[in-house]
């Protein structure tokens, strides 16, 4: 299965701006939408965002996420050191029958 | 509180079998689709397969032939047994489920396969 494009890397100043965007296609992201997960190293990924662009509970409002066509896109205001993770998107693909996942942002807070 | 609990990882030889079990709570098992997704360290996430609430089973390519996940909603527990394993098998195996499908996830079960 073929993934989604993501940035390897994004990297910004403490209380700046990142945005991390993920191409996809219209079977995926462009007609199902796409969740947004954040993996802290050493630790599972966790939910940031889900299909519809809602946060889930506990989840701080500097995370934001939208889509435009066949590309979504995760926006983390305010950047704080506990940030800095790797970022996936993913999506389901209605042409594969699967989940594809993004191939992951790493996120540097400078 | 939302729990998923895998188990069963190990070592095993390639050719070799793995069955993974994931015992969830804290949340309505039978109404979610449920998920295996593997991460090799230092490496990012790939899909391995997915049951529905309905049954309907869905694999990865990589997984097909080899692989089968099951669940029984009668003890809110999701399995996948690996058969035929094969090194580039190895990852950390996370049980995973919920609202949008990713919602919860495991602490993961470590696969190694070598001889």
């Known amino acids: 299965q073929t993934g989604l494009t993501q940035p390897p890397s994004v990297s910004k100043g403490l209380g700046q701006t990142a945005t991390i965007t993920c191409t996809g296609k219209?079977?995926?992201?462009?007609?199902?939408?796409a969740v947004w997960l954040q993996q802290i190293r050493g630790h599972p990924p966790k939910l940031l965002s889900g299909?519809?662009?809602g946060r889930p509970s506990g989840i701080s409002e500097r995370f934001s996420a939208s889509r435009s066509g066949n590309t979504a896109s995760l926006t983390i205001a305010d950047l704080q050191p506990e940030d800095e993770a790797d970022y996936y998107c993913?999506?389901?693909?209605?042409?594969?029958?699967?989940?594809?996942f993004g191939t992951g942002t790493r996120v540097t807070v400078l | 509180e939302v729990q998923l609990l895998e188990s069963g990882g190990g070592l095993a030889q390639p050719g070799g079998s793995l069955r993974l079990s994931c015992a969830a709570s804290g949340f309505t098992f039978n109404n979610f689709g449920m998920s295996w997704v593997r991460q090799t360290p230092g490496k990012g996430l790939e899909w391995v397969s997915l049951?529905?609430?309905?049954?309907?089973?869905f694999y990865a390519d990589s997984g097909k032939g080899r692989f089968s996940i099951s669940r029984d909603n009668s003890k809110n527990t999701l399995s996948l047994q690996l058969n035929s394993l094969r090194v580039d098998d190895t990852a950390v195996y996370y049980c995973?489920?919920?609202?949008?499908?990713?919602?919860?996830w495991g602490r993961g079960t470590l696969v190694t396969v070598s001889s």
């Open positions: 993913s999506a389901w693909d209605s042409s594969l029958w699967a989940h594809v």
């Open positions: 049951i529905n609430a309905g049954g309907d089973t």
């Open positions: 219209s079977s995926n992201v462009g007609n199902q939408g």
């Open positions: 995973v489920g919920g609202p949008d499908g990713l919602a919860y």
């Open positions: 299909r519809n662009n």
